[in-house]
Structures are given as C-alpha cells and as structure tokens.
C-alpha cells in the first residue's frame, strides 16, 4: 500500500517538473510567435501548466524561494523591456508569458502555506 502511494507521489513529481519545462517552453517559444497564437489558449495552456506545478512539484523547502521568485517575476513583469532595441518586444513577452505561468503556482502555494500557517 505505502510503495503504491510513493509511486503515485513520485510520478505526479515528475508530470510537475515536465509540467515547468513544458510551460517555460511555451512562454518563450510563443513569445517569438505572439501574432500569430491566439492570446485565450496561449493563457490557458500557460495556467493549467503553471497550476500543475503549483500543486504537485513543490516541497516544504522550496516553499519560500519560490513565492520569492514569483514576486521577483511579477515585479520584473512590470518593467517596459518594449524599449529596449530589436529584442525588446520579445523579451516583454517572453517575461509576460512566463509572469502568467508562474502566477497560477504561486496562487496555489500561497494559499497552502496560509492553511499550514492557520492550522498550526
């Protein structure tokens, strides 16, 4: 019973980390091709990946590094890198896609680390 639950736990952590690499991915790929990818399903593939993430691949210690990084992220996502010669409309993108990818994950574990925090 126990080596079935470690198996199912195991194989969810690795559907989540084929989940970041897929949705990192997707963020930059689709950054290259933002006329032509329609902007609803490029979201929703980006939320559903990064809700996948959120809620099978983190650990008790990697809790706090990655709320910090997804602050980081957001923040970043406010800067107009539009400005900035040739490849600035490509990196605004690419950290808006990836700001949405990180969102729903950061969501989630917020959520479940104020549970834990109530609870104790």
């Known amino acids: 019973m126990a080596s079935k639950r470690v198996t199912a736990t195991v194989e969810l952590h690795r559907l989540a980390h084929y989940a970041f690499l897929a949705?990192?991915?997707?963020?930059?790929?689709?950054?290259?091709?933002?006329?032509?990818?329609?902007?609803?399903i490029l979201v929703t593939t980006l939320v559903i990946l990064g809700s996948l993430v959120g809620a099978f691949n983190l650990t008790a210690k990697e809790t706090i590094p990655f709320l910090v990084a997804s602050?980081?992220?957001?923040?970043?996502?406010i800067v107009n890198l539009g400005l900035i010669p040739i490849i600035g409309q490509f990196l605004r993108s690419a950290l808006q896609n990836i700001v949405v990818f990180v969102v729903p994950g950061a969501i989630l574990l917020g959520m479940k680390t104020i549970w834990k925090l109530a609870r104790d």
């Open 23 to 40: 949705g990192l991915l997707v963020a930059i790929i689709a950054a290259g091709f933002r006329s032509y990818i329609e902007p609803q």
């Open 71 to 77: 602050i980081a992220l957001m923040l970043a996502g």
